[in-house]
């Protein structure tokens, strides 16, 4: 079992229990849940609501994954 620290609550949990997003090295877009295939900056945070909003708010997203786009809008809507 693989680890993962959540970027909004800081908690360690398997990695299977978390939602992975990555930055793609080739193009530089955002994706959420990517294969194991796809290589770049990733970041994790648990399927909980309130890391989503605090890992938002705090920016702690953005700087996981060295950007500067609005991930918000990439968030926003999505079924936990």
Known sequence: ????????CGEIKDRAEMLKITKNNADGKIVIEPDCKIFGRSAYFCYNKNCQELALKKNKLNRALKTSEDLKGLLDGREY
Do not use: E
């Open 1 to 8: 079992m693989v680890k993962r620290k959540c970027v909004g």
